[in-house]
């Protein structure tokens, strides 16, 4: 069926299946769905060759932020010669605001 021969009703009705489909794509992700949930997607899913697509670059998408969260806290630290260099930094500067009150 091609858009054009769609009623407005009728495109309305699969915009709106579409934003449901798109939210519960995501609620899946991130939270899991109910069991009804995931028949009314996977029926949408079924016929609906946009949300697929949705729903692959979604799953993409979300398994790289993880990947970014899952980073190590010792990957994050900074190197000593920054820490010393950074404090002689403060200390200087706390010196010039005591010298000037």
Same mark, same amino acid.
């Given at each position: 069926?091609?858009?054009?021969?769609?009623?407005?009703?009728?495109?309305?009705?699969?915009?709106?299946?579409?934003?449901?489909?798109?939210?519960?794509?995501?609620?899946?992700?991130?939270?899991?769905?109910?069991?009804?949930?995931?028949?009314?997607?996977?029926?949408?899913?079924?016929?609906?060759?946009?949300?697929?697509?949705?729903?692959?670059?979604?799953?993409?998408?979300?398994?790289?932020?993880?990947?970014?969260?899952?980073?190590?806290?010792?990957?994050?630290?900074? @190197?000593?010669?920054?820490?010393?260099?950074?404090?002689?930094?403060?200390?200087?500067?706390?010196?010039?605001?005591?010298?000037? @009150?």
């Amino acid at each position: 069926m091609v858009m054009n021969e769609l009623s407005d009703k009728e495109k309305t009705d699969m915009l709106d299946n579409c934003r449901k489909a798109t939210f519960l794509i995501e609620k899946q992700q991130a939270e899991g769905i109910t069991e009804k949930e995931k028949s009314e997607l996977d029926y949408h899913l079924d016929i609906c060759e946009m949300c697929r697509v949705f729903a692959k670059q979604s799953a993409v998408i979300n398994q790289y932020i993880k990947k970014l969260s899952d980073v190590e806290k010792s990957d994050l630290k900074l @190197d000593d010669s920054f820490k010393e260099q950074l404090q002689k930094l403060i200390n200087t500067k706390h010196n010039e605001s005591s010298t000037k @009150d």
